[in-house]
C-alpha cells in the first residue's frame, strides 16, 4: 500500500511540470492527491479544485465520454496495463483544445490494483474534433435554452454595464409587456422607458460589474404596462476565465399574492389591537411543553402582577380554589377535543381572598403537525363590575320573588275558602271567577317559581340532591298529570319501562313538566305530545315530540339563552319571560347532560335532553 504522506511522493508530483493526479480504484475516479500544475490547470479553467475533490474532471465533459472515462480506468486496474484516453472539457473556458489522459497503474506484487497514476496533457483539437465539440455545445445550449425557457420563473440574462439584454424567457417578456424583437441586443434603458423611475436600482445592478457580487432585491414594486405588483429580484454574475463579470443573469419571482396577504394579515393585527385596547382585553399565551404563561401589558394589568412571565403553577395560584377545577378541566376538554373555550371565573389578587376579581377568558390550542398541542392562546376581559352588578339583580330578584310568593299563596288560600263556600250557594258565574283567577293564580306562581330558580342558577345556590330513580315511571306520573291540566292534549308516552337514573328527582320532573308545558302551548289543541325515553351508548335519552308551529333554524342555537323568546306573530299572544328553557339547560347541563332541540318550521319541534347512565357493577 503507498504511503500518500510520503516526503518522497510529494516531492515526486512537485517536481513533475506535467499537471499529475493519483485516483483511488473504489470508489471509482476518487483524486486522493495531484500536483500543483494540476491545481494550475484546473483553476485556469474556471473550475474550483479542493483537495481530494472527486468531479474536476468528469463534471467538466459530457456524459458519453464521462462514461468512457470509467471504463478506461477500469479496463487500467483489471488488464494491469497503461492505457490513454483523448477527452475534451467541454464545459471548460477552453474550448479549442483536448485533454491527453494517460493512465498508469500503481503494482504491488500480486495484489489488485488499488492507485492510478494519471498524467495529462493539453493538445489543439484539429478541425474534426472541432466540429464534433461544437456538437456538443450546440446541444448542450439547445439543453440551456429548454431550460431557461420553460422555468417557471423570469429570467433573463443582462450582458454589459450597458444592460443589453442577450436572453429572455417568455415569462419575463410578459412581465415586461415587450417582444423579443423590442427587447433582445437593446440595452434596458432603451427598451423599457418605465426604468427611468428606478434609477437607484440600475445602479445597484450595474455595480455588480464592480463588486462581482451578487444581488437580491425583496419585496420589490415593479409597474409595468402589463403588470402592478411585487416580485423578489435576483441578480448573479457570470464570469470569464479571467474572473471578470461579462453578463448577469436574472431571476424574477411574483410574490405580489404572499406580500398582499401578509398587508392583510397586519392589518387584522392592528384592528384586533384596536379591538382589544377599546375592550380593554388582555392577550395571554401558554407553552404546553415549558409549562409557562406569557401576557399581554393589558393582561398583566388585569392580573395586577409586577411581571408578564409565570409559571402554569404560578397562575393557577392565583384562580381561586372552587373556580380551578372547573377552569382546568374546561380547558382540558377543550384541548382534547380541538375546539374553543369561553369561560368565567375569579381570581384572588396577590393571594388574598378578600381582594377578588371576576374574569372572563376565551382561547384555544394550536397543534404541530403530528397533531400535538404546542401552545394555547387567548384573551382575558375583567368583569368584575358587570359579574357585580349582575349579582346584585339576581339578589334583587330573587328578593322580589320571594316577598311575592307570601301574598300570592294568601290570595291562593282565599280562592279556595271561597271555592269551598260557593259549593252551598250553587252560584255558577262566581264560580268559574274563581276558577280563572285560580288559573291566573297559578301561572304567576310558576313565573316567581323560574325567576327564583334563576336566582339560584346565577348565585350558584342552587344544589342537586341525586337519589337513584327510575326516570322512566317519573316520565309516566307526570304525563298523566299534565293529562288532567291539559285535556287539550293528546300526551302520549312511548316505550318507557325500567331506566334507573342517579340525578335530582324533583328538578328532572320540573324539566320534564316545562317540556310538555312548552309543547302545549305552542301547538293546536286536540294535537300529539309524544314522550320517549330511550338508552343510547351510555346515556338515558328523554324526547318531547310535538306537532306545533316549529323553529326556525335560526332560531334554534339561541332557544336556551336566558330570556330569548321567538319572534313571530304567533308567539306575540303567548305568554311567558323565555326563562323555562334556560332553567331547563342549566339543570341537565348541572347533571353532566346535554340538551338540544330538532325541528321543521311549520311541522313540529323535538326537544331532547340526556342524563348519564349509572355505571352497574359486575
Not at 148 to 154: D, K, M, T, V
Not at 179 to 200: A, F, M, N
Request: net charge negative.
Amino acid at each position: 500500500m503507498i504511503n500518500l504522506t510520503s516526503s518522497f511522493l510529494k516531492a515526486l508530483l512537485k517536481h513533475s511540470k506535467s499537471p499529475l493526479i493519483i485516483f483511488k480504484i473504489k470508489p471509482v475516479l476518487v483524486v486522493v492527491e495531484h500536483n500543483d500544475a494540476y491545481q494550475a490547470l484546473i483553476e485556469r479553467i474556471g473550475g474550483e479544485l479542493k483537495f481530494y475533490d472527486i468531479d474536476a474532471i468528469p463534471n467538466l465533459i459530457s456524459d458519453r465520454e464521462k462514461d468512457l472515462l470509467v471504463k478506461t480506468v477500469h479496463k487500467v486496474s483489471e488488464l494491469k496495463t497503461n492505457n490513454s484516453l483523448i477527452i475534451h472539457p467541454i464545459y471548460s473556458n477552453s474550448p479549442n483544445v483536448n485533454w491527453e489522459l494517460e493512465f498508469s497503474p500503481v503494482l504491488q506484487a500480486e495484489h489488485p490494483v488499488e492507485y492510478i497514476v494519471c498524467s495529462l496533457k493539453e493538445i489543439p483539437t484539429n478541425e474534426n474534433d472541432l466540429e464534433h465539440i461544437l456538437l456538443e455545445l450546440s446541444e448542450s445550449e439547445a439543453r440551456f435554452r429548454g431550460f431557461f425557457e420553460q422555468a417557471p420563473l423570469g429570467m433573463c440574462v443582462l450582458r454589459g454595464r450597458e444592460l443589453i439584454t442577450e436572453y429572455a424567457n417568455d415569462n419575463i417578456l410578459k412581465l415586461w409587456g415587450r417582444t423579443r424583437k423590442e427587447v433582445i441586443g437593446i440595452p434596458q434603458e432603451e427598451s423599457r422607458q418605465e426604468l427611468g423611475l428606478q434609477r437607484q436600482i440600475l445602479s445597484r445592478v450595474k455595480d455588480i460589474f464592480k463588486t462581482g457580487e451578487p444581488l437580491t432585491l425583496n419585496e420589490l414594486k415593479i409597474s409595468t404596462p402589463t403588470a402592478d405588483g411585487y416580485f423578489i429580484a435576483m441578480y448573479q454574475p457570470l464570469k470569464n476565465d479571467k474572473n471578470e463579470v461579462t453578463s448577469i443573469l436574472v431571476i424574477i419571482k411574483d410574490i405580489t399574492e404572499q406580500v398582499n396577504f401578509k398587508k392583510e394579515l397586519l392589518k387584522a393585527k392592528d384592528i384586533l389591537k384596536i379591538a382589544m385596547d377599546a375592550s380593554e382585553m388582555g392577550s395571554w399565551n401558554i407553552d404546553i411543553e415549558s409549562k409557562k404563561v406569557l401576557l399581554s401589558e393589558r393582561a398583566q394589568q388585569i392580573y395586577e402582577l409586577d411581571s408578564n412571565k409565570l409559571s402554569l403553577d404560578e397562575a393557577k395560584s392565583l384562580i381561586s380554589p372552587e373556580n380551578l377545577t372547573f377552569l382546568t378541566g374546561s380547558i382540558r376538554k377543550a384541548l382534547h377535543n380541538k375546539e374553543a373555550f369561553n369561560i368565567e371565573y375569579q381570581i384572588n389578587l396577590n393571594g388574598i381572598k378578600a381582594k377578588t376579581k371576576w374574569l372572563r377568558t376565551a382561547g384555544k390550542a394550536y397543534y404541530n403537525e403530528q397533531g400535538k398541542g404546542v401552545y394555547i392562546a387567548g384573551a382575558v376581559l375583567d368583569i368584575t363590575e358587570h359579574k357585580q352588578d349582575e349579582i346584585r339583580k339576581n339578589d334583587f330578584i330573587g328578593m322580589v320573588s320571594h316577598e311575592l310568593k307570601t301574598p300570592l299563596t294568601a290570595l291562593n288560600a282565599y280562592v279556595q275558602l271561597l271555592q269551598y263556600k260557593l259549593k252551598e250557594t250553587g252560584n255558577e258565574f262566581t264560580a268559574e271567577t274563581l276558577d280563572k283567577i285560580n288559573v291566573q293564580l297559578k301561572r304567576m306562581s310558576l313565573m316567581i317559581d323560574g325567576f327564583l330558580n334563576v336566582s339560584l342558577l346565577e348565585s350558584g345556590k342552587i344544589l342537586l340532591n341525586k337519589i337513584d330513580f327510575d326516570l322512566a315511571d317519573l316520565i309516566e306520573t307526570i304525563a298523566e298529570e299534565n293529562r288532567v291540566i291539559l285535556p287539550s292534549h293528546f300526551i302520549q308516552v312511548i316505550g318507557s319501562e325500567g331506566m334507573i337514573v342517579n340525578a335530582d328527582r324533583e328538578k328532572i320532573g320540573n324539566v320534564v313538566n316545562n317540556l310538555i308545558s312548552n309543547a302545549a302551548k305552542y301547538s293546536k289543541k286536540e294535537s300529539l305530545i309524544a314522550i320517549k325515553c330511550e338508552k343510547r351508548q351510555g346515556e338515558l335519552v328523554v324526547s318531547v315530540e310535538d306537532e306545533g308551529i316549529g323553529i326556525k333554524e335560526n332560531d334554534l342555537p339561541k332557544l336556551f339563552d336566558r330570556f330569548f323568546r321567538v319572534e313571530s306573530q304567533v308567539t306575540q299572544t303567548i305568554a311567558g319571560f323565555g326563562v323555562g328553557l334556560y332553567i331547563c339547560a342549566e339543570v341537565i347541563e348541572r347533571h353532566g347532560g346535554k340538551i338540544w332541540a330538532e325541528s321543521k318550521f311549520g311541522e313540529g319541534s323535538t326537544f331532547y335532553f340526556s342524563l348519564p347512565a349509572p355505571i352497574i357493577s359486575s
